[in-house]
């Protein structure tokens, strides 16, 4: 009798050991984030706004250097090579990245090419296609873009993650309405715009311009490159006195002395605008595209 008592309690006690060993491989398993490189800080604001706390993101490109400038180095591979997920925008924008795709050797990972379906809008100038590429590759500063390009790193997540794709659907759908939204608020405002015209440092907005029927003009061409030569500047004055600017809107890695320089020539006051391409004074995507869309929408009246 003694004997098979002992034999219950030791049965119990192994069955016991075993229910909790098989319960900690889920918990782990649900407790592991989804690992997320993006190329930079833009990629990075929609992956976090989709992924949530089921991801860990990080970024390629350091904040403060500008991505047309990158050059890829040996650590960004080893990024890759333990990812799950790898976003980027495309059209341009990170020439490096299937190189990178290829050196890190990662059969597991999925890549998002964020501008996939997309509109391009062509670049012109045949020095900037023969360096940079056909597309002008700011594609992220246009709200309904940004509805695309975050529904591509949403499929890539529930892909990547079938166990969790009810949240990622939730916070994609919630997304897309404050997007749409926003949308809504500055089609209305910039209908009533007395006039379409502003000015900025860096020829990044054309999207945006698409988005709401506006028309930019710059210090510098797409790519931040080509600070304008005494007639240039001329033409430029010449173009925001015709035009009545008021405001020139210049960022911190594009030529904001030159900016300002056309500022004074014209009576014109500088405006900060974000282009989104790294970290800036801890502001989310929609936080920042709203202040540029609120300066914007004051410069014209």
């Not at 000015?199 to 028309?215: K, Q, W």
Request: hydrophobic fraction near 40%; charge should be negative.
């Amino acid at each position: 009798m003694v004997k098979k008592l002992v034999l219950l309690v030791v049965g119990i006690m192994m069955a016991a050991l075993f229910a909790g060993c098989g319960n900690d491989a889920p918990k782990e398993q649900a407790s592991k984030k989804i690992q997320v490189v993006t190329s930079f800080n833009a990629m990075a604001e929609f992956a976090k706004a989709i992924g949530g706390d089921k991801v860990e993101v990080s970024t390629i490109i350091p904040d403060g250097v500008e991505p047309h400038d990158f050059e890829l180095k040996p650590e960004n591979m080893k990024q890759l090579a333990t990812a799950q997920v790898f976003v980027y925008n495309g059209f341009g924008m990170e020439p490096w990245a299937q190189q990178a795709i290829d050196a890190a050797k990662n059969s597991k990972l999925i890549t998002v090419v964020a501008t996939e379906g997309v509109e391009p809008i062509k670049n012109t100038d045949p020095e900037e296609i023969k360096e940079h590429g056909a597309e002008d590759p700011h594609a992220w500063l246009s709200l309904k873009n940004a509805k695309i390009e975050v529904k591509n790193i949403k499929d890539a997540l529930v892909k990547a993650d079938p166990a969790n794709k009810d949240y990622y659907e939730k916070n994609y759908t919630e997304y897309v309405a404050k997007l749409d939204a926003m949308i809504k608020k500055y089609e209305e405002q910039f209908a009533k715009a007395p006039h379409k015209n502003f000015v900025t440092g860096h020829a990044a907005f054309a999207y945006l311009c698409r988005d709401f029927g506006l028309e930019q003009n710059s210090v510098e061409d797409v790519f931040a490159e080509g600070e304008p030569n005494a007639a240039q500047l001329a033409e430029l004055i010449k173009y925001c006195k015709e035009n009545n600017i008021t405001t020139i809107f210049a960022e911190e890695m594009a030529s904001p002395e030159v900016s300002k320089t056309l500022a004074n020539e014209v009576g014109a006051k500088v405006e900060t605008i974000y282009t989104i391409e790294s970290n800036e004074d801890n502001k989310t995507y929609l936080e920042r595209m709203d202040e540029n869309l609120t300066k914007i929408a004051a410069s014209l009246k």
